[in-house]
């Protein structure tokens, strides 16, 4: 099985020993994302939806580079630093995804990179 690295500057750069995804075989291993803007590697805001809505355009820029789209992600995990703001993450999760929707976990985490207060990762199965 091949891997490759999938990169694209639509998304932030990574910024330490990581790749933003990697694929092997048809399946794509998309690093966790935080809301920073890829021209500026800046925090997009500290508005808790604003950064959700740019955390899911890094990871959808992520999934075209790599061949495919938010709706071919199969798990995802999300990280907040305030569990109380899930119910934001669902209703934003529904401008990128439709039925059937991805597995998923969520967890609250006392910090994230760049004083984030959320992150994604993903797993995305691409079609064959």
Do not use: W
Not at 64 to 69: D, K, L, N, T
Not at 99 to 109: E, F
């Amino acid at each position: 099985m091949s891997k490759s690295i999938i990169q694209t500057d639509r998304a932030p750069q990574a910024i330490g020993t990581y790749s933003q995804a990697v694929k092997a075989g048809t399946t794509v291993y998309i690093s966790g994302q935080i809301p920073l803007k890829p021209d500026t590697m800046e925090m997009v805001s500290d508005d808790f939806a604003e950064q959700t809505t740019q955390v899911f355009d890094n990871l959808k820029a992520i999934c075209e580079a790599a061949g495919g789209s938010t709706n071919d992600l199969v798990k995802m995990t999300i990280y907040l630093t305030d569990l109380s703001h899930f119910a934001t993450v669902n209703e934003i999760m529904t401008e990128y995804f439709g039925k059937p929707y991805p597995s998923r976990a969520a967890v609250q985490i006392s910090a994230l990179p760049k004083g984030a207060q959320v992150e994604v990762d993903g797993i995305m199965e691409l079609p064959e």
